[in-house]
């Protein structure tokens, strides 16, 4: 049963990630701290590539097809990882997360349009109206000072969702014919490069001078939690079933949302904690079926 114990860490870790990246962009620029963080994710991704495959076949094994669509999942990775980690910054995790997550809605509805032998069932579409209902009553009403940064971090959070929805679709074509790990290792070195070409043009990288011991800490802190709940999914997933593992590493917004109130103070109304079950269950049945 030490598989159940991995996907729980897995989605503990990924809760952390959110919550210490929330914390470590306080004062720094978003664009920045993400390009900080990819270095970190960059090293744990081809330390699991190492671990889990021979890397010499793996190479062996590349066409230009795969080499093409990983380097467009690579960038759909960045661009998805910059809006989320920008919605972070500006926004609350409570409200940015829920909506993060509606990106395995946007995967379905995708995958049914472009990959013939996806069907989308009635059981499915319950479950794509669970999540979205659910996310709709977590973007609460704040007060109209505040409502510009709102409306940015939802903005900004629906475009993360779309991003990593491509990332899934363009990630699966590319990963034909090769390791899963070694493909996330390419794809992540592409979104290394994407981020800190962005953070030349944009000229962020002149405030990495008045990065605090503190924020640099949490990014770093991001980066490795990032790294240790892909190792504990991928271990999980060598020695338990894939839909107990997925189904358990879903939950990492419950996690996520209680860190957010232990560490940051965010509460949950009673219509964004009702939200929220509408998400969990209609993640949890999406798995199911």
Not at 35 to 61: K, N, P, Y
Not at 71 to 96: D, E, Q
Not at 115 to 128: A, G, N, R
Not at 240 to 263: N, Q, R
Request: proline content about 1%; charged content about 15%.
């Amino acid at each position: 049963m030490n598989y159940i114990l991995f996907a729980c860490l897995s989605a503990i870790f990924a809760a952390l990630t959110s919550i210490f990246a929330k914390i470590g962009m306080k004062n720094i620029n978003s664009n920045l701290a993400t390009a900080l963080r990819c270095i970190v994710v960059v090293a744990f991704s081809w330390l699991m590539a190492f671990i889990t495959t021979d890397i010499s076949s793996q190479f062996a094994r590349l066409t230009y097809k795969t080499v093409l669509f990983l380097i467009l999942s690579g960038f759909a990775t960045g661009a998805s990882w910059m809006c989320y980690f920008h919605a972070l910054k500006i926004g609350n995790v409570n409200l940015v997360v829920p909506i993060d997550k509606s990106a395995v809605v946007i995967t379905m509805l995708l995958s049914f349009l472009i990959f013939p032998d996806e069907s989308l069932t009635y059981m499915k579409l319950l479950c794509i109206a669970l999540i979205a209902i659910g996310t709709f009553m977590m973007i609460e009403k704040k007060k109209r000072k505040s409502s510009k940064a709102k409306r940015s971090a939802i903005l900004y959070a629906f475009l993360g969702a779309v991003f990593a929805a491509l990332t899934s679709i363009l990630g699966k074509i590319g990963i034909e014919g090769i390791s899963s790990d070694f493909g996330s290792a390419i794809r992540c070195v592409v979104v290394l490069i994407m981020a800190w070409i962005i953070v030349f043009s944009g000229k962020s990288y002149r405030t990495v001078k008045s990065i605090d011991t503190k924020g640099g800490l949490f990014i770093i802190l991001s980066g490795l939690a990032t790294g240790a709940s892909w190792l504990c999914y991928y271990r999980a997933l060598s020695t338990g079933p894939a839909s107990v593992v997925v189904a358990l590493d879903k939950l990492s917004i419950l996690f996520t949302i209680i860190l957010s109130y232990v560490f940051l103070k965010e509460k949950l109304t009673k219509k964004s904690l009702l939200g929220l079950i509408l998400i969990v269950t209609g993640t949890l049945l999406l798995v199911i079926c």
